[in-house]
Every structure is written in C-alpha cells, then in structure tokens.
T-cell receptor, first 110, second 114 residues
C-alpha cells in the first residue's frame, strides 16, 4: 500500500461543477503539499498546509491531521483547471523529502 | 525571470549510452532535487543535494549519478546501468532542505530509449 493515496485517480466534470480531490496518508508528516501538473509536464505548487484550511481564488485546501486526510476543492470549475493534481507529504526530517501520491487526472468539459 | 530550467525537453538514449540531464536554477536556492515520474505512479526521489559539493541518494538512485559543483547547477547522469530509463525527469529546488520550504519544479525532461 502506498504511503500517500489519492482518490479518485481520474475525474471528469462539467464546467461550473464543484470538484473535490482527496488525499490520505499513513505516515507522520510535517506538511502537505498540493501540486498541479499541466499537460506539458511542468509542476506548480498550489498549497502547503500543516493545519486547517487555505484558500486561493477558486481553490480551497483542507487538512485533518488526526484523520491523516486532506482535500483539494475547486469551485466553479473551468476547462483551464484540467490538469493532474498531486498530493505530496513532507516527512519530519531535515532533508525536505517529499512522498508523492500518484496524482488525480482532472478533465473539465465546457 | 527567476526559475528552474531543464534541458533538453526531450532526450533520446541508445542502449549502453550514458546521458546527462541539465538542471539550472537562478533562485539562489541551497537545496536541489531530482525526481522520476512514471505513468500511474507518484514522483520518486532519485538524488538530492542540500548544499554545494554534497548530495545524498534518494529512493531509486541505482543507475544514476549526480554532481553539485555549483550552487545553481545539479546535473543528473543516467548511466547504462539504469535498465529502464524511459521516464519523465523533474528537477526541483528549495531555499533550504527545511520542513517549511516549498519546492519549485522545472519543466521536466522526457527521456526515451531508442
């Protein structure tokens, strides 16, 4: 079993829908990252969380440390949100090492 | 513009050949990382470096080598010992290797074996 599991693996939505991507992890962490990978392959960091909730535009990320679970929400989804969304956890060490989920491929149709 | 550059975007390797992937950053970051991404799998850490002239093996270092002679550069060599090199390779950097640091990623290099 992977230490970081994302669900669903693939997600198709209609423009305007509210989207939720989930991430569960089984290790102790110091922080959790949500990343976005565009079709060309480049990766952009969306959020880094260690507790609670963060919001940026139409994106909201939450984390529940006790339940070892995080969610990424997209409100009013748009075709330009189509990408692979990756959850990564940082283990409590001085190396900055990240453990990555396998990614969720999101397609938003117009 | 500050950022991370990787070159080339696509690289072809013949059997038995060593190839080197370039990663350069002008963010003045101390820490740099190399990841490998395979379809349907999460990124896996190959090597990382927290400071110039020092680097450590990640989870899948066999068949790879790195150097960190300059702060801004962290080239990855895929040696002939790497039997399954076809993958997408991502370089990243962070201000330090600390637990609160965000990693910034390059655009990636796709390596294909002929």
């Amino acid at each position: 079993k992977n230490e970081v599991e994302q669900s669903p693996q693939n997600l198709t939505a209609q423009e305007g829908e509210f989207i939720t991507i989930n991430c569960s992890y089984s290790v102790g962490i110091s922080a959790l990252h949500w990343l976005q990978q565009h079709p060309g392959g480049g990766i952009v960091s969306l959020f880094m969380l260690s507790s609670g909730k963060k919001k940026h535009g139409r994106l909201i990320a939450t984390i529940n440390i006790q339940e070892k679970h995080s969610s990424l929400h997209i409100t009013a989804s748009h075709p330009r949100d189509s990408a692979v969304y990756i959850c990564a956890v940082r283990i409590p060490s001085n190396t900055g090492k990240l453990i990555f989920g396998q990614g969720t491929t999101l397609q938003v149709k117009p | 513009d500050g950022g991370i550059t990787q070159s080339p975007k696509y690289l072809f390797r013949k059997e038995g050949q060593n190839v080197t992937l370039s990663c350069e950053q002008n963010l003045n970051h101390d820490a740099m990382y190399w990841y490998r991404q395979d379809p349907g799998q999460g990124l896996r850490l190959i090597y990382y470096s927290q400071i110039v002239n020092d680097f450590q093996k990640g989870d899948i270092a066999e068949g790879y080598s790195v150097s960190r002679e300059k702060k801004e550069s962290f080239p990855l060599t895929v040696t002939s010992a790497q039997k399954n090199p076809t993958a997408f390779y991502l370089c990243a950097s962070s201000r330090s290797g600390g637990v609160r640091e965000t990693q910034y990623f390059g655009p990636g290099t796709r390596l294909l074996v002929l």
